[in-house]
């Protein structure tokens, strides 16, 4: 998605949060189906891979969710079982595997998020409305990364040194994972106080100061915002209508597929898939360069 990066972060912002928002809130299992599919595309096309080779987190994660639901339900006419004289029924479980799927599109868009809404992009949106409060939440998303690469490179200086924490005793593992607490504490305080510093000589919290951004509102980004709006409330504009409706108990109703139902399921999928074909279209750009040259 280096393509879709690209552009003015109020565009990124608007639809994620077009995109999340309807996910979270639309229980039809086309609409969630739908987005967890492009939740999924989107993560493989950003961590490759990597994406896949923790796959089965989030099938865990799944099977997990999905199955608390007819344990602690039991509405439903299809009754499969009983479990101590309590129903097991297939509307449940199809409950809990939808509620299951929409947690995790949300969790798989917020990766997605992430990895796109950088924190100056997010310092620039929030940092004229709200700056403690965008300073803090950039500063947060900081750390995790931070403190991951600091702890790995402490523990990996550690083992040189004989204090390894995986070997030993369980003594020694305690001390050498004491030790290293330690160290990345006192790291963080420096870094703390060389932030502060920093903070302080490029002026922050001064009345006058001026911010430099490379970021510039340009007519593509008129125009995908505008897209992006577009089909949000058209999306918006099926619910009202009850394209979005679907009812698990007390038993399923009828997925209906006629023209305006699949007209909203089209627009739905245009949201989603905006990304892709934002890279597509540029990749297909660079490429017919390429071959003129």
Known sequence: MKSFETYHP?????????????????MH???????FLAAVLMNSILFGA????????????????????PLISHNGEMVLFYVNHNAVTVEAIAYGMAIA??????LLWFKVYNDTMTSDKFIYLFGRIVPVFALVISITLRLVPLFKRQIKQITQAQKTIGMDYAVGNIWHRIKSIVHIFSILLTWALENTIETADAMKARGYGLPKRTTFSLFRFELRDTIVLSLIGILTIGTVV???????????????SPIEFNWYNVLFYIIYTMLLLLPVVIELKERWQWRSLQSKI
Not at 29 to 35: A, E, G, K, R
Not at 52 to 59: H, P
Not at 101 to 106: F, P, R
Not at 238 to 249: A, C, D, E, L
């Open 10 to 26: 109020i565009v990124l912002f608007v639809y994620f949060v077009s995109v999340i928002g309807i996910t979270m809130f639309f």
């Open 101 to 106: 799927l929409m947690l995790l599109a949300v």
């Open 29 to 35: 299992p086309i609409y969630v189906s739908l987005s």
């Open 50 to 69: 990597h994406f896949w080779k923790r796959s089965w987190v989030y099938v865990l994660l799944f099977l997990g969710m999905a199955i608390i639901n």
């Open 238 to 252: 099926g619910s009202f209508i009850g394209n979005t409706t679907f009812y698990f108990y007390p038993t399923f």
